[in-house]
């Protein structure tokens, strides 16, 4: 059985890490056996007769597309294995609509590029851009009309963003290689040799095309809306067999908190042989492993997100000690760190993280304004006034254009209007 090298409860890659998988799915049995006899098929091609010839080419025409189709149905649906034997619901004339996109350019070629050249080019691309979007979403509803609509068309492709992209790319090469390997092999391999060889590649390359497209629809399928076997969901008949610790653990590793998860199994593993769990902490494991590997600041970022401030702080004043600053992408990530150690009375910590905060984030003004606002806070408490009030004047004076002082104005004000007093 061949199935992808990645568990599926993570984010499977890109499909350009994935061609391994794809070329072991197309040597599997069935499959490869299938693609071989539509070229073999091509023999009867040489028949003598013109309408033996354009029913033979239509029969095999229809075939292949049906034969990609299905691929390219199992694939995005997460089934992994192909087999012949299922019914995959897919119209057998299904080749007949997916060259709708090819009558479309021939349409615009002959009304609109021969009377205007450059918007009839500019259409030309754009069809052939949004090609790959048209081939999903046909195999989602098999009905041209639907799949030809310019709305849903622009909805696949922003939902797949950069990877469909690439995904054009990939197509326009395989493309670019059928026409290029049928032009080197007319004089290599003249007769039926060559024309049963070309004719392979051809559906391969088919083949080879829609699984690689199913596969992305199966990577987006959450942003496209479209169901695979990983989200079917599977009603269980009784709730007394649910476990409470294997669903715990369950949702630790769904939490991202791999440790805690190790830490329940290995304890249940000392008292009993529990064998079930040995996929939970194996998961777990690649977790934790990940996040290890993770840049400082990325794991920064990660636990600022996961409102884990305290221990990002204690992330921060590690690197501090041996004398290295870790520096978010987002000044609003510092904020978040700096206002909670004001809150939590940590004012030394607040010193050491506002210290430079204009010098690595010059654009963000109000930002500045706000974290040396508590500076100036810390000081006044700490009985340094003109400290305080140095720096209160300097947010005032450099950034009342830019960002929102009234604040330091105010606070200014008070602790001037104090010290005239004394």
Partial sequence: MNTLNFNLNENPPPFWHQFGFFFSYLKQEKLYFQITLLALGNILLLIPSIIIAILVGAMLFLASYKLAFEVLHTISSGQFVYADSRSYDIDDKIGFKAIAMAVVQLLIYIFVYRNDPAIGLALLILSIVVTPAYLMMLSQTQDILASLNPLNLMTVMSRIGFEYGVLL????????????????????????????????????????????????????????????VDTEVIETQSTDHVDPIKERIKNLIAAQKPQEAIAIIDELKQSEDRTDLDAYLSEAKNQLLLENRQRPVDQLQNLVAEKQHKKAIEMIKEYLADGHFIKPQQASTMSQLIQ???????????????????????????????????????????????????????????????????????????????????
């Fill in 169 to 228: 790319l990939f197509f326009l090469l395989c493309a670019a290689f059928n026409f290029a390997f049928r032009y080197y092999s007319v004089d290599l391999l003249p007769g039926i040799v060559g024309d049963l060889l070309t004719a392979w590649v051809l559906y391969f390359l088919l083949v080879f095309t829609f699984a690689v497209i199913g596969y992305v629809m199966y990577r987006h399928a959450d942003e496209l809306g479209h169901a695979t």
């Fill in 340 to 422: 909670y150690a004001f809150e939590k009375n940590q004012f030394k910590t607040v010193l050491q993280l506002c210290r430079d905060f204009d010098k690595r984030y010059p654009q963000a003004h109000q930002q500045i304004v706000d974290n040396f606002f508590l500076v100036a806070k810390i000081y006044y408490q700490n009985k340094k006034t003109e400290p305080a009030i140095k720096l209160l004047q300097s947010l005032a004076n450099k950034y009342q254009k830019t960002a929102n002082t009234q604040a330091v104005n105010s606070y200014l004000i008070g602790i001037k209007k104090l010290s005239d007093k004394k």
